[in-house]
């Protein structure tokens, strides 16, 4: 019986990846791509999986790293993606870079001698016929604006962002409770609050004037002439905010208006820097209004003069961005569908992952479920202990929405990190309960294997299906 192909549209990290993963299944796969018809903004050659910036990958630690964990998963899944930028790698210390020519070469050489891929060179302009089934969309954060269009067509005006405003995310157990207390403006507990939702970072008039300056002087990135500069209302830069006058961050997001200090309660604090919990699991706070546009390094400078922040560890940094992505936690199912079209998958940046890596990983879940469904297999999905579940968890369910910045604009992209992990139990040495420094890279090493022991039972899994169906 000849099986019916699966369409994947972008052949970008993902798409290439997606489109790898099926026909190593055994499954036709039928790739557009739109280049070299016509480009994107960043996009400068006609070859697959081109990186569009930075040639690297990133750390390549699997122990004590969860972007090197992933690179592990997915070589264990054996990705395209991987083996390719581990044949063309360059030197780079512990982390992966690759010779950017030689690896997009090598994906599309891959991807061309494969008997079970054919690769059509087209803009799919609107959104994929039905009569095409199984179909995967990785055209990324530069979607072709037909496509863009009729993909918002289908899931409502407000469900595509076209640009994204990050502010930073924290890991909870960096933050400082014996300065910081948690409280909601007035007790307010509305829905499904408890009146304590919010961490709150109080600042004296000379810290917070300090702070204000560093924000006006630190450095920023700019735009792209072709991003434009979309700043609009409710969504400013702090950096920007902070220009317009001394006194402007405390009437707004740093205003200090309802909150007691719990450590003090008699000092009225002059202005306040509240941080919200952004997954499920309470491992990540994120800093409420605090999008900007400034250097990464200098972030970690500016903000870590907050009080309560002083040894902050970020699990995101924040930025501005020309990204095309979905509101996916609202409208995609637990392995990528589109609930509204059910033979519609998406995968890459466009669902609300950050990086090449982590695009590709979501490109080989989309490829593996997709796969998996055309031979009337069941996949369960990985375990949220593994790089590869808890980043999907993230896009498909383990953030929270928040009420006062609903839908869209409080799921935003993020890169593969410990906060997105449940929980693990940290080893003692001889005995002895480990601290600061040391307990930390214990707990980075005890995540990491528990990961790997949990994917490669997961993989495991999936071989033994395939078998079971041949
Ligand atoms: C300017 C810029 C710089 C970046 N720098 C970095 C960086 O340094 N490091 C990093 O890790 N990440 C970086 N990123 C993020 C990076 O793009 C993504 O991480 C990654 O490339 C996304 O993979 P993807 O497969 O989702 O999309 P892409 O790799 O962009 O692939 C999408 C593909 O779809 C094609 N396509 C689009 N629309 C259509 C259509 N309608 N029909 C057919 N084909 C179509 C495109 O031509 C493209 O080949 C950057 C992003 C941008 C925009």
Not at 118 to 145: D, M, N, Y
Not at 203 to 217: M, N, T
Not at 419 to 435: I, N, S, Y
Request: charged share 20%; net charge negative.
């Amino acid at each position: 019986m000849t099986m019916r192909p699966i369409h994947v549209v972008g052949g970008g990290l993902a798409g290439s990846e997606a489109a790898w993963q099926i026909a190593q299944s055994g499954v036709p796969v039928i790739l557009h791509e739109m280049r070299p018809t016509r480009g994107t903004d960043a996009h400068k050659g006609e070859g697959l999986a081109e990186l569009v910036c930075s040639n690297s990958f990133r750390s390549d630690d699997s122990e004590t790293n969860a972007v090197g964990l992933l690179h592990a998963e997915m070589r264990l899944a054996g990705s395209l993606i991987m083996a390719a930028g581990d044949k063309h790698q360059l030197p780079a210390g512990s982390a992966l870079a690759v010779d950017r020519d030689g690896f997009s070469d090598e994906v599309t050489a891959r991807l061309e001698a494969h008997p079970l891929v054919t690769i059509e060179r087209e803009e799919v302009s609107g959104l994929p016929p039905e009569e095409w089934g199984s179909t995967i969309i990785a055209t990324g954060p530069l979607t072709a604006p037909d496509l863009a269009h009729a993909i918002q067509a289908e899931t409502g005006a407000d469900s595509l962002a076209f640009f994204d405003a990050i502010a930073p995310i924290v890991h909870f157990d960096s933050i400082d409770m014996n300065i910081c207390w948690f409280q909601s403006r007035y007790d307010k507990v509305g829905p499904g609050g408890t009146g304590k939702d919010y961490i709150n970072c109080p600042l004296d008039k000379q810290q917070y004037e300090a702070f204000v300056s560093a924000l006006i002087e630190g450095e920023k990135t700019g735009f792209k002439k072709w991003e434009g500069t979309p700043y609009f209302d409710g969504c400013l830069p702090i950096e920007v905010m902070a220009e317009r006058g001394v006194e402007t961050l405390r009437h707004g997001p740093m205003k200090p208006m309802g909150l007691t200090n719990a450590h003090n309660p008699t000092v009225k604090a002059y202005a306040v820097v509240q941080l919200r919990q952004d997954n499920a699991l309470g491992s990540l706070f994120n800093m409420v209004g605090f999008q900007t546009k400034l250097k990464h390094g200098e972030q970690v400078r500016i903000f870590r003069m907050i009080p309560g922040l002083e040894n902050a560890e970020f699990a995101r940094l924040g930025g501005l961005h020309r990204n095309t992505y979905l509101n996916s936690p609202e409208l995609l199912d637990g392995t990528l569908r589109l609930k509204s079209r059910p033979d519609l998958r998406f995968a890459g940046q466009i669902t609300g992952c950050e990086g090449y890596v982590e695009s590709a990983s979501i490109g080989l879940l989309a490829g593996r479920f997709a796969a998996a469904e055309a031979k009337g297999e069941m996949l369960p999905l990985p375990p949220i202990t593994t790089a590869f579940g808890a980043l999907l968890g993230h896009i498909t369910g383990g953030h929270i929405v928040s009420d006062d910045e609903p839908g869209k604009r409080s799921f935003q992209p993020m890169n593969v990190n410990f906060g997105l992990f449940p929980t693990v139990e940290v080893p003692r040495a001889e005995g002895k309960r480990l601290r600061g420094k040391e307990k930390t890279i214990a707990k980075k090493r005890a995540l990491t294997a528990r990961a790997l022991v949990d994917c490669r039972k997961w993989l495991g899994h999936a071989e033994a299906l395939a078998v079971a169906a041949e």
